[in-house]
C-alpha cells in the first residue's frame, strides 16, 4: 500500500509541478523515507509517464498562471520596505544570539543558548 501512495504522489507531484526529477525525490524522501527503495522503479516509471502525457496536453505551458504583480498605491512601497528591515532584524538577532553576542546576559550560559529562551526573546522584541 506504501508503494502505491509514492508512486500516485510522484505521478501528482509531477504532473502538478512539471517536475519529473524533483517529484521522484519528493515520493522517496518524504513518503518512502528511503533514497534506496525497493520502488525506485516504479516512482520513476510513474513520474515520467505523468509528466509526458501533460506534455503531450498541455504543452510546455504551466497548468496554471501566476499574474504578475504590480503596486495599486505608492504607499505599498512602505510596507515592502518595513517586512524588509524586520526579516533583516529577526535574523540578525537571531544569529546574535545563537553566536553568543548578544547583550542580555539572561540568553548565554556557558557560551550557548538555549532554544526556549531564544524564542522567548525573538517572540518579545
Not at 30 to 38: C, I
Not at 74 to 100: H, L, N, Q, S, T
Amino acid at each position: 500500500m506504501k508503494s502505491l501512495i509514492s508512486v500516485g504522489a510522484a505521478a501528482a507531484i509531477a504532473a502538478a509541478f512539471n517536475t519529473p526529477l524533483a517529484a521522484v525525490l519528493f515520493a522517496l524522501q518524504e513518503v518512502v523515507g528511503d533514497l534506496h527503495a525497493l520502488v525506485l522503479g516504479s516512482v520513476v516509471l510513474a513520474s515520467a509517464t505523468s509528466w509526458a502525457v501533460l506534455q503531450l496536453l498541455l504543452g510546455n505551458h504551466p497548468l496554471f498562471e501566476v499574474p504578475q504583480y504590480q503596486l495599486a498605491h505608492p504607499a505599498e512601497v512602505c510596507f515592502v520596505r518595513g517586512a524588509w528591515r524586520g526579516w533583516r532584524f529577526g535574523f540578525g538577532r537571531v544569529y546574535e544570539i545563537a553566536a553568543g553576542t548578544s547583550q542580555s546576559s539572561s540568553l548565554r550560559r556557558d557560551g550557548r543558548c538555549r532554544l526556549s529562551r531564544l524564542l522567548a526573546v525573538c517572540l518579545r522584541d
